[in-house]
């Protein structure tokens, strides 16, 4: 097919990608104001050595993922639910925490999705400063060049996490545009083989049409 003829389908059948696109990104622009927002909150624990060691710093990316599964557990979750009086079982928060190691920066990130933003941040400092206080006792009976310490990078803030209306709409009309697609070459498809026009025999046989034979009665 050559650029007439895109041009030729997109005239003709155009309105229903177009269509396809309204529907498909408003229904992702619905589904996003039905669902209930969840806020996430970050805090980010910096890990800091002693002193600067090549032996120290590689026992140390080690021990940090070790730390991290520390704080994946529901002991941990328990605690910051003593701590803020939440009221919700570790089994329910746990889930909503999620913990990862950047070994190359030396950091623990704490993330927490909840529907209330400030709880997000609460539960996210908690997790952090109890670490602190954690790697603060592990520090006491060794010497100030063996020790580890870790350092609360910023206060945790909010910000909206799900849904993505831009996103969700972004994605709905991708789809919308390659289901209209398809719709086109289906009817294109059926339309391949049944002649109306005697520009669809010039189209089809490459060939002038010198004249033709009409039905007078």
């Known amino acids: 097919m050559n650029l007439t003829e895109y041009v030729r389908i997109l005239t003709r059948r155009g309105w229903i990608l177009v269509l396809a696109i309204v529907l498909t990104a408003g229904s992702g622009f619905v589904l996003s104001k039905l669902q209930k927002p969840v806020y996430r909150a970050e805090q980010k624990i910096l890990i800091e050595p002693a002193r600067n060691d090549f032996g120290l710093t590689q026992t140390l990316k080690e021990l940090i993922s070790s730390w991290v599964s520390r704080l994946n557990t529901q002991l941990r979750a328990q605690d910051v639910i003593t701590a803020l009086k939440l009221d919700m079982t570790p089994e329910q928060l746990q889930p909503m925490v999620t913990v990862s190691p950047d070994l190359n920066n030396l950091l623990i990130t704490v993330d927490v999705d909840m529907t209330s933003g400030a709880t997000a941040e609460q539960v996210a400092s ?52 390659l289901l209209g697609g398809v719709v086109v070459f289906v009817l294109e498809y059926l339309d391949s083989n049944i002649v109306r026009r005697a520009s669809d025999i010039e189209r089809y046989l490459q060939l002038p049409v010198l004249g033709n034979l009409s039905d007078t009665h």
């Open 126 to 177: 908690t997790y952090g400063s109890q670490f602190i206080e954690w790697r603060t006792e592990q520090n006491q009976p060794l010497q100030l060049a063996d020790r580890i310490n870790a350092e609360l990078l910023d206060a945790p803030h909010y910000a909206l996490f799900r849904p993505n209306t831009s996103i969700n709409m972004a994605a709905g009309a991708l789809l919308g545009l």
